[in-house]
């Protein structure tokens, strides 16, 4: 059974960061594709970043230069680092793999 268990999230004011973790239980991790996803009150769910087993990344255009995708394949993590965040990014945030998806934790930005 894949597992995915989020951590992170929270309340910080504008220009501040948070960083995001997910810890994926599956065999060969190392050669998936994980994301991180969000979605705020009223809106669709959106792609946030991807990054792929060789490494290749993409992301929003709204978070480009802000946020970060990353692995520890040893640890079976995917990171979102976020910087410089703005209200706009408020929501919450999922990370998946394939059809599985985490438990969400909620990212408020506010003053």
């Known amino acids: 059974q894949v597992q995915l268990v989020e951590a992170g999230g929270g309340l910080v004011e504008p220009g501040g960061s948070l960083r995001s973790s997910c810890v994926v239980s599956?065999?060969?991790?190392?050669?998936?594709?994980l994301c991180w996803y969000r979605q705020a009150p009223g809106k669709q769910r959106e792609l946030v970043a991807l990054?792929?087993?060789?490494?290749?990344?993409k992301y929003l255009d709204s978070v480009k230069g802000r946020f970060t995708i990353s692995r520890n394949n040893a640890k079976n993590t995917v990171y979102l680092q976020m910087n410089s965040l703005k209200p706009e990014d408020t929501a919450v945030y999922y990370c998946?793999?394939?059809?599985?998806w985490g438990q969400g934790t909620q990212v408020i930005v506010s003053s």
């Open positions: 998946n793999f394939g059809r599985f």
């Open positions: 599956v065999s060969g991790f190392r050669f998936y594709t």
């Open positions: 990054l792929a087993g060789d490494g290749t990344t």
